[in-house]
């Protein structure tokens, strides 16, 4: 029996351990046709690589329903890039269309929010951002900000906005935890939310050119910015904390303390925390009371010391350094009380007398 690497085995939280089975090949080489509606224009757009001054540029009139469609529980499975390290997820897989299965070089799984990304300038398919958006809102996106929502229109609404807003959130929740939802009713838009920007990247290839309920070709693209100031808080506020808590993870808790002690020493605040007291978990409850009990009868009381103060410096160390302050400001005083010695007149005539000469004799 073969041994089975450590990138077999899928360990979910709470439930035991299970391997990995290999992915599956979700097309035949050649089975997918490329089918493309026929493009008007005269002159050729490589940003948006069509043909333009026909139709309108984001007109979706055009655009071909997907023939294939990925299905997570059952396409999922163990690839090459498992074993080789690659952190990036197949593009094709998103799409439904890798004929390669376990034979590809990237994952066929949903990007994992506890590994990073190893060049945030890439999206979670390895492809490069840019710094602006599109002017549709396609494409890869922006490396400049984080975008967690997707723009999801052509929605054909067949009932209210609550049944509306459960059928979209039954065809994306597939793709990741979701944060919200948002349905603009009679307008056939809804907004949709992750929790992690790698499932937005995910389900914006995924759901492209698919349909919900109704066979509609639904048009998915990135969301511009909420201009409503609260969410602007709260993003601002969300990415501080997540930058707080990367720099802890990473910075040793002992530096952490040092630069807390320093702080609090050059404002002057005492610190609140106290240092705990190692207790030995082997002794039962009641002995160890009785014990601090007896202590505390024996010990004669001592007269109570000046409370010492907390931080980097000892004690004794900061009655150092008062005594050589002291010792400054009295020297200082010192020398400015002393005066100086007023110096002798200048000679008057031409200030000879002082030297020999031979014509005094």
């Known amino acids: 029996m073969s041994s089975t690497t450590q990138a077999e085995i899928q360990v979910v939280p709470g439930k035991k351990a299970k391997k990995l089975k290999p992915a ?39 655009k071909v329903k997907s023939q294939t469609r990925c299905n997570i529980k ?20 998103a ?3 890798c004929p390669y299965g376990w034979e590809c070089e990237y994952l066929h799984t949903l990007p994992d929010p506890s590994q990073s990304v190893p060049d945030t300038s890439k999206d979670c398919f390895a492809r490069d951002k840019f710094a602006d958006y599109r002017d549709d809102m396609g494409g890869v996106g922006s490396f400049q900000r984080q975008n967690r929502t997707l723009y999801v229109g052509r929605i054909k609404e067949t009932g209210t906005g609550p049944e509306t807003e459960e059928v979209v959130r039954r065809h994306f929740k597939e793709w990741g935890e979701i944060e919200k939802i948002r349905v603009l009713q009679y307008r056939s838009v809804a907004f949709v939310t992750y929790v992690h920007e790698g499932h937005a990247q995910f389900a914006k290839e995924a759901m492209a050119c698919q349909s919900l309920d109704n066979d509609e070709i639904l048009n998915v693209r990135w969301a511009t910015e909420d201009p409503n100031p609260t969410s602007k808080v709260e993003e601002r506020e969300r990415l501080e904390a997540m930058g707080r808590e990367a720099i802890q993870a990473k910075m ?9 002690a320093v702080r609090a020493l050059e404002e002057g605040v005492e610190l609140d925390d106290e240092p705990e007291i190692e207790e ?13 009990l007896e202590d505390a009868e024996s010990t004669p009381e001592l007269p109570e010391e000046p409370p010492q103060p907390k931080g980097l410096l000892s004690a004794d160390t900061l009655e150092s350094l008062k005594y050589f302050t002291e010792i400054r400001q009295r020297s200082g005083a010192a020398n400015g009380a002393a005066k100086v010695a007023p110096k002798p007149p200048p000679p008057t005539g031409l200030g000879l007398g002082g030297y020999g000469s031979d014509e005094d004799d």
């Open 280 to 292: 030995d978990e082997d002794a039962p409850p009641t002995k160890r009371r009785k014990l601090e």
């Open 95 to 97: 799409r439904g269309c």
């Open 252 to 260: 040793d808790p002992r530096i952490i303390d040092a630069v807390r």
């Open 74 to 93: 059952r396409d999922s499975g163990m690839t090459r890039a498992n074993t080789t390290g690659v952190k990036y997820c197949c593009l094709f897989f």
């Open 24 to 62: 599956r090949k979700q097309v035949k080489p050649g089975e997918v046709e490329k089918k493309e509606a026929p493009q008007t224009g005269k002159e050729y757009n490589i940003w948006y690589n069509k043909w333009a001054g026909g139709d309108r540029e984001d007109s979706y009139s055009n």
